[in-house]
């Protein structure tokens, strides 16, 4: 077993010890190792094929942004106009990189785990980000006080991309509504749109980063990044996400914080 141990890296994770025998200690170490190194092989394999769609998605406009730069200077007609044309196509794909890297900061910002716990109210922050929000749907609100405890700035990320992805996802004519509440005396966030319809065996993909399905109506210049926000920031704060079609298409999500009382009470322990 040690000599396996030794020789196992993150070069043959896939590798295990495979303890045979009695189920005495020694089997019973071998497969929580072997468990162990399971859970180390999917997780590299997970962040090898995030950072490879990471690095595609920022190549791509930037083999754009080249291209469009040596076309316009091999033009030797071109004027003030059509350079100002390429210009104003630069700066949009600029933004869309930044929104990118913005949303890339965000994630590895929740994975790595809440650095900052304050009180905060679930109903606040959403009337804020739906303030901010500029709805192409009728949005229904019912925004009762949820106090809870965490990361302000992720819990706004949080709300700001369930509201986002309840109005972008969607279609002409429907809605989205919006509730906060205690229930069961812990505080609730649910998020829940018309749309096109999603099959149940397809909603958990949706948090996992840079999924996109043709079943998904809306913007086509989405990351794929929203909903994988969404999980890490709930993941951050121990919350649990339950998701599910909606009864007349698009998705029915709601987040259970911890009370706010014992979380400050954990916190303070640490």
């Known amino acids: 077993m040690a000599d396996k141990a030794r020789r196992i890296s993150e070069l043959n994770l896939h590798e295990r010890l495979a303890v045979n ?46 291209a469009m730069i040596e076309v316009a200077l091999a033009n030797p007609a071109a004027d003030a106009e059509s350079l ?8 949009a794909t600029g933004e869309r990189q930044e929104h990118l890297i913005a949303a890339l900061l965000t994630l590895a910002r929740s994975q790595r785990g809440l650095q900052r716990r304050e009180p905060a109210d679930l109903a606040a922050i ?10 192409a749907v ?61 099959p149940h065996e397809r909603v958990e993909a949706l948090f996992q980063p840079f999924q996109r399905f043709e079943t998904r109506a809306g913007t086509p210049h989405g990351h794929g990044l929203g909903m994988s926000i969404v999980a ?10 339950s998701a ?22 954990r916190a303070g322990g640490e």
């Open 21 to 66: 025998g009695p189920d005495d200690e020694l089997k019973d170490l071998g497969d929580t190792f072997d468990g162990l190194l399971g859970r180390l092989d999917t997780a590299f394999t997970t962040q090898k094929r995030f950072v490879a769609n990471a690095s595609h998605e920022l190549r791509t406009p930037l083999t754009l942004q080249r």
């Open 84 to 91: 100002r044309t390429v210009c104003e196509r630069l700066l």
């Open 126 to 135: 959403a009337a804020t980000v739906l303030a901010e929000q500029a709805a």
């Open 138 to 198: 009728r949005i229904d609100l019912s925004l009762a006080p949820a106090p809870t405890v965490g990361d302000p700035r992720l819990l706004e990320s949080l709300v700001t991309n369930l509201v986002g992805n309840a109005v972008r996802h969607n279609v002409p004519g429907g809605w989205a509504r919006v509730r906060t509440e205690v229930r069961d005396g812990r505080p609730v966030l649910r998020v829940t749109n018309s749309g096109p319809v999603i």
């Open 232 to 241: 890490a920031v709930a993941e951050a704060h121990s919350a649990p996400v």
């Open 244 to 265: 599910r079609p909606g009864s007349e298409g698009g998705l029915d999500i709601t987040v259970t914080f911890g009370p706010a009382a014992r979380v400050l009470e």
